[in-house]
């Protein structure tokens, strides 16, 4: 049985047109994940690393580990989606154009990752913290807004995210740093089911949400 999808994608955005690389992976097995499951590492690396660590309900120390969050399920699909950073040469400050990108790409790949997530009845794991709210209610002490919808980050949940795209998509991600534009920026979800999903019924909903 075919488990994976590659294409590339147009998407008419309000000011510019972009070029996306889809690529979408289905696993039978969600216990191949444990491999990837570092939660010491990651945990050290978002507390000294990220100015959202302990300020939004969806990042750590409060977001729920992978492995409690996959034990209510079998299968899962990994969805990552890129684009060049040639489509936004017009936004001459690097960290702005790389942002640019990021915004429209994990925007993308979430509208995916929760479609699939609703046709499957599962459960998805996103790109990037919480951006329900405005400001997450984490940083006034009061609970979460909205407890149902909100979804933690892939890497939240201590996946190597870095690792599985590399051994699993053949997508090696790349980092704004020192200043200098990465070629390409990425965006990558995962969506966890007990449902049978056909790499077909993926290629539909991935055209109904460029096709928008
Ligand atoms: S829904 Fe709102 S309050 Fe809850 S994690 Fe997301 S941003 Fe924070």
Redesign the pocket.
Known sequence: MEDTIFLEKKKVLTNRTIFVKVKGKLFTDVSIFHNYFEEDRIEKACKEGCPNYGK???CPPFSKSFLSLEKDYTSACMICFSTQMEYYADIKNKYLAVKAANVTLKSLVEKCARAVETYTDGYSLLSGS????K????KINLP????E??RYSMEATALNVQKLCDDFLNHHLLWYTDKVLPEYASAVALVLFNQHLEIDQLSDILNDIFSE
């Open positions: 939004k309900w969806s919480c951006r329900l709210c400001s997450c209610q984490c979460c807004k909205h407890p919808k909100m």
